[in-house]
Nanobody, 115 residues
Framework: QVQLVETGGGLAQPGGSLALSCTAYGLIVSTWNMGWYRQAPGKQRELVASITPNREAYYVDSVKGRFAISRNDAKNAVDLQMLGLKPDDTAVYFC?????????WGRGIQVTVSS
């Protein structure tokens, strides 16, 4: 059974940083395209960043230069380092497998950016 478990969310001040981690069970993340999504209140869920088995990364324009996605193969995890946080980054963040394989979602973790 596949499980994706997100950890590391919480509260940060504007300009601050947080690190999220997504640990996978039942699949090997180094063989999957993996992504981080977020959903803010009243908004559609959006893909924030993704990483391929070859470690090619994609970022939505709004986080370029501030967020970094990486993979920790020893922990079978995908991490998202978030710097220069803004109130607009407030959302529930989800880890997800990306096509071409089956789609699995984590349960999500809250990130709140507020002074």
């Amino acid at each position: 059974q596949v499980q994706l478990v997100e950890t590391g969310g919480g509260l940060a001040q504007p300009g601050g940083s947080l690190a999220l981690s997504c640990t996978a069970y039942g699949l090997i993340v180094s063989t999957w395209n993996m992504g981080w999504y977020r959903q803010a209140p009243g908004k559609q869920r959006e893909l924030v960043a993704s990483i391929t088995p070859n470690r090619e990364a994609y970022y939505v324009d709004s986080v370029k230069g501030r967020f970094a996605i990486s993979r920790n193969d020893a922990k079978n995890a995908v991490d998202l380092q978030m710097l220069g946080l803004k109130p607009d980054d407030t959302a529930v963040y989800f880890c997800k497998t990306l096509p071409p394989g089956e789609e699995y979602w984590g349960r999500g973790i809250q990130v709140t950016v507020s002074s």
